[in-house]
């Protein structure tokens, strides 16, 4: 992995983003093999129960960021900024923050699982302790970010995750897998990494106080404006979980856990396109830059359609495989999930024109649409349905926002039913784009 990110570096931009890339496959492949000994050890029920004790710190700590990383990597950007005193300031906002959702959650994690045993509601309570380093985990990356240091961004991210395969294979050594010992598992190794991070960033600015309340003031009015954005983000990641936590049994947010995170293969892939085939559009005309959109639109689209085909002929196979044939009753949700993965995706990528012209607010209304929706959904149709009701809910709230996206580009920027379509010319444009960077590659290799 770290000889793979070096030979990244001499790419440029674009070797930052293909760090990113192999930093994302490496993790998905991580979290499979986390998933695949929870799954197996635990059960469907075991495995619910873990879900619904580790899954609050970082819901609640997400919930409360106020657009403060999007904030710091705005304004740390900004040559004439005050770095250390901007980084300061986001410490202590977000240990503030950390603690709110430590309040918080010890009032409305014990009333949401009720139905859990008195033990998996006392650890969940405890674990909010962790919101403060979810919280510092976010301003270190956007410090990373702003900084420009990918190699330790990526480090951080993937780093706790094969911390938590090495504990976990411990535990398995040891005959101590449990849903208790594994959620441990899960939420130590973040500790170390935040606090590693934190000590070393604070030691480049000499943990620099000045106009520290001016630099918070200026991170607040950015971060406010972008908090709608990152609150339905967060929110659509993790509803659909919290109503399963509270409607459902722990064996039923099992089955529903690992279908998830399953079907999250395709949402990886559906990155990599973007991130390797769609370059820095901000810069561009309005025009070129919408082009440049559905350019990647259409080739990310055949090749989601082929791979997600492909995943969908295979999923009872894989499921059972890879989690063993408790998780079969997981099959039909896992095929649902994968539909929905790939039309979240695509919708995405659409919505990467709107801001590349400066339309963010467009973008912040259509998720919070598409929460909205999917809360509605999500309670008329888990009752009756289950945990397909779930993944029915989140493909429809989907499929709507793609709809959107569609009449918004079609009547308000006119664009052209034969922009959707796929055409001969944006193989041609692949092929070549790949040619030329190998080549280019090859040259600056020799």
């Known amino acids: 992995m770290v000889n793979l990110i070096k030979q990244t570096k001499r790419f440029g931009s674009l070797g930052n983003v293909l760090q990113i890339f192999a930093s994302n496959v490496f993790i998905l492949g991580l979290n499979v093999l986390t998933g695949i000994i929870i799954a197996r050890f635990l059960g469907p029920e075991g495995r619910g129960e873990q879900a619904a004790m580790i899954m609050w710190p970082r819901f609640l700590a997400y919930c409360l960021t106020l657009g403060i990383p999007a904030s710091l990597v705005y304004y740390m950007k900004k040559k004439d900024e005050d770095q250390g005193s901007l980084y300061v300031a986001s410490l ?49 990356t956007a410090a990373l970010q702003a900084r420009g240091e990918y190699h ?39 500790i170390p990494i935040a606090l590693w991070m934190t000590i070393r960033l604070v030691s480049k600015y000499k943990m620099k106080q000045r106009r520290k309340v001016e630099s ?43 279908s998830l995170n399953l079907s999250k293969m395709l949402n990886t892939i559906q990155n990599a396109i973007t991130l ?37 002929l295979v999923a009872p196979y894989l499921l059972i495989i890879l989690y063993g044939k408790s998780f079969v009753e997981a099959i039909p949700v896992f095929r649902i999930l994968i539909f929905q993965t790939a039309v979240t995706s695509i919708s995405w990528i659409l919505s990467q024109g709107f801001m590349s012209i400066g339309k963010p607010g467009t973008v912040t209304i259509m998720r919070v649409m598409t929460l909205a929706l999917n809360v509605i959904l999500l309670n008329i149709l888990i009752p009756p349905l289950g945990i397909e009701g779930a993944a029915i809910s989140l493909l429809t709230a989907s499929i709507m926002e793609l709809i ?41 290799s020799m």
């Open 152 to 190: 330790l961004f990526n480090f951080m991210r993937y780093i706790p995750v094969l911390s938590t395969l090495v504990l976990l294979c411990g535990l398995v050594i040891a005959g101590h897998v449990t849903p208790f010992y594994t959620s441990v598992a899960y939420l130590l190794p973040a």
């Open 216 to 258: 918070g003031k200026k991170l607040l009015s950015y971060g406010i404006r972008s908090y709608g954005t990152d609150v339905a983000g967060t929110f659509s990641g993790y509803i659909d979980q919290i109503l399963v936590v509270g409607l459902l049994s722990p064996s039923s947010l099992g089955l529903y856990v690992v």
């Open 404 to 444: 959107v996206v569609f009449i918004i580009y079609t009547t308000m920027h006119r664009v052209k039913m034969k922009e959707w379509i796929v055409s001969k010319n944006d193989v041609i444009w692949l092929i070549q784009r790949i040619r030329n960077q190998y080549k280019r590659s090859n040259q600056q």
């Open 92 to 140: 202590y906002m977000s240990q503030i923050l950390g603690c709110v959702a430590i309040a918080i959650g010890f009032i409305f994690v014990p009333f949401w699982l009720e139905g859990y045993s008195s033990e998996v509601i006392q650890f969940a309570t405890w674990a909010l302790i962790m919101s403060p380093i979810a919280m510092l985990g976010t301003i270190n």
């Open 276 to 312: 390797v085939l769609f370059p820095k559009a901000a810069g561009l005309e309005q025009s070129e830059a919408l082009k440049l959109t559905f350019k990647v639109y259409r080739i990310s689209t055949i090749i989601t359609i082929i791979v997600g085909a492909g995943i969908f």
